[in-house]
């Protein structure tokens, strides 16, 4: 009958990242282009409405099919006149409301394949040359990037012995935060574009193929091929290896994180332990001015077990050796936390920038074959039209 029924290809308002893109300036990459995300929107309203048009023409098959049928039973058995009349009747309006429904299904699909054609198709091929050029951006972003963070391997802290001030802590803890927010962003924006061009080559596919009308099934599917090698596409690009990336420098920031949190608690022990030697020392200084002039040389080792000054000396030699100890922990701590510090930077910047660098790479050239793909398939179609 002409007309096809695409309302389940799997898109919709929000749905599988389908409209995400296209909504922050209203315009897909300018030139007075209409917005990409109100042309899915119209796409998704012109679907809904064909598919409670092909509904209510189903509808109306069914009960035609009932009262054919019961016209068929009437004649045969010769029911009365009257009866058969009413039947027939019903089956002509039948018939009224199946054109009219036919025709609005022709309408709204006519209408779907102007805006897929006419709208939605030049809208894809500017958003594949929006991609390939904000990929290539990225790749010399990245380049540039892991130029600098190559300078960390000559950058050498071994004579710094500073603890780790609330500064240094607080700058680790934002830039926790912000990998971490980087490698959500990033997970989020490759599932986005490959949910979306999955929803949008499933929805083509619906709409092209799935029917039994070779006359549209003979339109033109250039937006369906462009899709499909954008599916190819996505699906070659090595996602996996960028997002490792990042939280592997998540993984080695946060090692950071935890180190300098045990120091700021060693600091902690250790001035524990320093308060507590210097208020023993303070009472073993007041034992002796007050008992020191009654302990003579000759008795002191007698009275020396039983003296409260030994008693308390013996206590303050014991803190003095545990304040040594905790400072010597201290200190060992600081320069595990600046050997850690440096070495996991100059590890973990220069790698998961040289993998972005290979992703953007590899995104710039993929998006490039996109594209030209549909340049190469433009050429072969005006070579065909000269030919014949």
């Given at each position: 009958?002409?007309?096809?029924?695409?309302?389940?290809?799997?898109?919709?308002?929000?749905?599988?990242?389908?409209?995400?893109?296209?909504?922050?300036?209203?315009?897909?990459?300018?030139?007075?282009?209409?917005?990409?995300?109100?042309?899915?929107?119209?796409?998704?309203?012109?679907?809904?409405?064909?598919?409670?048009?092909?509904?209510?023409?189903?509808?109306?098959?069914?009960?035609?099919?009932?009262?054919?049928?019961?016209?068929?039973?009437?004649?045969?058995?010769?029911?009365?006149?009257?009866?058969?009349?009413?039947?027939?009747?019903?089956?002509?309006?039948?018939?009224?409301?199946?054109?009219?429904?036919?025709?609005?299904?022709?309408?709204?699909?006519?209408?779907?394949?102007?805006?897929?054609?006419?709208?939605?198709?030049?809208?894809?091929?500017?958003?594949?040359?929006?991609?390939?050029?904000?990929?290539?951006?990225?790749?010399?972003?990245?380049?540039?990037?892991?130029?600098?963070?190559?300078?960390?391997?000559?950058?050498?802290?071994?004579?710094?012995?500073?603890?780790?001030?609330?500064?240094?802590?607080?700058?680790?803890?934002?830039?926790?935060?912000?990998?971490?927010?980087?490698?959500?962003?990033?997970?989020?924006?490759?599932?986005?574009?490959?949910?979306?061009?999955?929803?949008?080559?499933?929805?083509?596919?619906?709409?092209?193929?799935?029917?039994?009308?070779?006359?549209?099934?003979?339109?033109?599917?250039?937006?369906?091929?462009?899709?499909?090698?954008?599916?190819?596409?996505?699906?070659?690009?090595?996602?996996?290896?960028?997002?490792?990336?990042?939280?592997?420098?998540?993984?080695?920031?946060?090692?950071?994180?935890?180190?300098?949190?045990?120091?700021?608690?060693?600091?902690?022990?250790?001035?524990?332990?320093?308060?507590?030697?210097?208020?023993?020392a303070e009472e073993l200084r007041s034992l002796e001015s007050k008992y020191g002039s009654y302990i003579g040389a000759e008795g002191y080792r007698e009275m020396s077990r039983k003296s409260p000054v030994a008693d308390k000396r013996a206590k303050v030699e014991a803190l003095r050796s545990r304040t040594d100890e905790e400072k010597s922990k201290y200190e060992k701590s600081i320069g595990v936390t600046r050997a850690m510090t440096l070495n996991n930077l100059q590890t973990g910047f220069p790698n998961v920038f040289q993998a972005m660098t290979g992703f953007a790479s590899v995104c710039m050239e993929a998006f490039e074959s996109v594209y030209n793909f549909k340049r190469?398939?433009?050429?072969?179609?005006?070579?065909?039209?000269?030919?014949?």
């Amino acid at each position: 009958m002409g007309w096809t029924w695409g309302g389940g290809g799997g898109y919709g308002k929000g749905n599988n990242g389908f409209t995400r893109f296209g909504r922050g300036d209203g315009n897909v990459g300018g030139g007075g282009m209409l917005s990409h995300s109100s042309t899915v929107e119209k796409l998704y309203a012109w679907e809904k409405k064909l598919f409670l048009e092909v509904k209510s023409y189903e509808g109306y098959k069914q009960e035609y099919d009932k009262k054919v049928s019961l016209l068929r039973k009437q004649e045969v058995k010769g029911v009365d006149y009257l009866k058969m009349e009413k039947n027939k009747m019903e089956i002509e309006s039948l018939e009224s409301k199946m054109l009219v429904a036919n025709q609005s299904i022709e309408t709204t699909t006519s209408e779907i394949i102007r805006l897929r054609e006419s709208e939605l198709f030049p809208q894809l091929l500017e958003l594949v040359a929006g991609l390939m050029s904000m990929w290539r951006g990225m790749y010399e972003c990245h380049q540039v990037q892991t130029h600098i963070v190559q300078q960390l391997e000559y950058l050498n802290n071994a004579r710094n012995t500073n603890p780790t001030s609330n500064v240094h802590r607080q700058a680790a803890l934002e830039l926790e935060i912000e990998v971490d927010r980087w490698y959500s962003a990033f997970c989020s924006l490759v599932k986005s574009q490959r949910d979306y061009v999955y929803s949008l080559t499933g929805w083509l596919r619906l709409s092209l193929f799935c029917h039994h009308d070779p006359l549209t099934k003979a339109q033109n599917s250039d937006i369906y091929s462009l899709c499909e090698e954008w599916q190819l596409a996505i699906d070659r690009i090595p996602d996996k290896v960028a997002s490792e990336g990042i939280k592997t420098l998540l993984t080695v920031i946060h090692a950071v994180v935890i180190q300098q949190a045990e120091e700021q608690k060693q600091k902690k022990r250790s001035e524990s332990a320093f308060k507590e030697f210097e208020k023993k020392a303070e009472e073993l200084r007041s034992l002796e001015s007050k008992y020191g002039s009654y302990i003579g040389a000759e008795g002191y080792r007698e009275m020396s077990r039983k003296s409260p000054v030994a008693d308390k000396r013996a206590k303050v030699e014991a803190l003095r050796s545990r304040t040594d100890e905790e400072k010597s922990k201290y200190e060992k701590s600081i320069g595990v936390t600046r050997a850690m510090t440096l070495n996991n930077l100059q590890t973990g910047f220069p790698n998961v920038f040289q993998a972005m660098t290979g992703f953007a790479s590899v995104c710039m050239e993929a998006f490039e074959s996109v594209y030209n793909f549909k340049r190469s398939s433009d050429r072969i179609l005006d070579v065909k039209r000269l030919l014949t």
